[in-house]
């Protein structure tokens, strides 16, 4: 189906670990984005990407490392988990033909809990 | 940069009453404004948007926002509430300076009451 999908949907990990958090999107969409949602903090970016190969830190990339090989794939990894690192993670995409001022198109989210 | 702000964490109405949500901009160049809604466990989804067309936005489920470069507002309205537009309601704003991500208010959760 056409869309953006996000896997794991539910993940539960331990402190120190590593993990990976998928996200593909099936539009040929340029921009693509992963932002954390978290109570009384509404949505924050954490990187987002132009194109393949292009990545840039958003407001709290502390602690996640994100890759770009493919336009579809926009992987977001947490290198070493920590509690603070517990939340909901959504992937977005953006179209950017004709203009910038296109909408985000959003996944359904990946809950993530690390204890 | 390019920031919105909510008024009200919380915001309860009856079925049938007015559903007004709040929304103030920050920003130094023309913005482009948005509004999503979440319903539980799922993601964004949009409501209506602000490209400097038309001030009066009409968006789905018979919402509308009106933007107000006066007062520097965008809020969300509806004329009268259903049950099913419980959910959190984002606004959003472009930033140029990150690739044109948004950067959102930090929710208003609707309740809506019988």
């Known amino acids: 189906d056409a869309g953006i999908t996000q896997s794991p949907r539910y993940k539960i990990t331990e402190t120190g670990r590593q993990v990976t958090l998928m996200c593909h999107q099936t539009?040929?969409?340029?921009?693509m984005f992963w932002y954390r949602q978290d109570l009384g903090h509404g949505l924050r970016l954490i990187y987002y990407s132009a194109a393949a190969d292009i990545t840039d830190k958003g407001e709290v990339p502390d602690g996640y490392v994100v890759s770009r090989s493919k336009t579809e794939n926009f992987p977001l990894t947490l290198e070493s988990a920590t509690r603070s690192q517990t939340s909901v993670y959504f992937c977005?995409?953006?179209?950017?033909?004709?203009?910038?001022?296109?909408?985000?198109?959003f996944g359904e989210g990946s809950r993530l809990t690390v204890l | 940069a390019q920031s919105v702000t909510q008024l009200g964490s919380h915001v309860s109405v009856s079925e049938g009453a007015l559903v007004l949500l709040r929304c103030n901009y920050s920003s130094s160049v023309p913005p482009y404004l948005f509004w999503y809604v979440q319903y539980p466990n799922q993601g964004l989804q949009l409501l209506l948007k602000?490209?400097?067309?038309?001030?009066l936005v009409k968006g789905i489920n018979g919402f509308e926002a009106e933007f107000k470069k006066s007062e520097t507002s965008f809020h969300l309205t509806k004329p009268s509430a259903h049950m099913s537009d419980a959910a959190e309601y984002f606004c959003?704003?472009?930033?140029?300076?990150?690739?044109?991500?948004?950067?959102f208010g930090k929710g208003t959760s609707l309740l809506v009451t019988p």
């Open positions: 977005a995409s953006r179209d950017t033909s004709g203009n910038n001022t296109g909408e985000l198109f």
């Open positions: 602000y490209t400097s067309a038309a001030t």
């Open positions: 959003a704003v472009s930033d140029p300076g990150s690739g044109y991500a948004l950067n």
């Open positions: 539009w040929s969409h340029s921009y």
